[in-house]
């Protein structure tokens, strides 16, 4: 089973930038599909981006241009970097694998909080 502890998070004002990642032991995630998820309060938690390990990316369209996901799988950890961030973004933001011949997500991290003041 793999663990994700994500870091990064913090308060920020509107425009600002934060660089979550993303750090997986237990197994090595390379194969593995990582993606970023966030739940905002009274909200469903939803799919924000992910990263297979060939190399494709992709972005709920909310965030296309502003959010960058990428991998080092030499250090297991992946990253989203969050430019031009809007109140709206405030959320508890989730890392998560699933092998890339699985429909469902089976790893999960505890969550890491970003509040964006306007």
């Known amino acids: 089973q793999m663990q994700l502890v994500e870091s990064g998070g ?3 004002q509107a425009g600002g930038s934060l660089r979550l990642s993303c750090l997986a032991s237990g197994r090595t995630f ?3 599909v990582m993606g970023w998820f966030r739940q905002a309060p009274g909200k469903e938690r939803e799919f924000v981006a992910s990263s297979w390990d060939g190399g494709s990316l992709y972005y709920t ?3 296309k241009g502003r959010f960058t996901i990428s991998r080092d ?3 297991n950890t992946v990253y989203l970097q969050m430019n ?3 109140p709206e973004d405030t959320a508890l ?3 998560a694998a699933r092998w890339a011949g699985a ?3 089976d790893a999960w991290g505890q969550g890491t ?3 964006v003041s306007s």
């Open 113 to 115: 909080q970003v509040t």
């Open 103 to 105: 429909s469902l997500y």
């Open 93 to 95: 933001y989730y890392c």
């Open 84 to 86: 031009n961030l809007k």
């Open 10 to 12: 913090g308060t920020v």
């Open 61 to 63: 369209d909310s965030v």
């Open 30 to 32: 390379s194969g593995y």
């Open 73 to 75: 799988n030499a250090k």
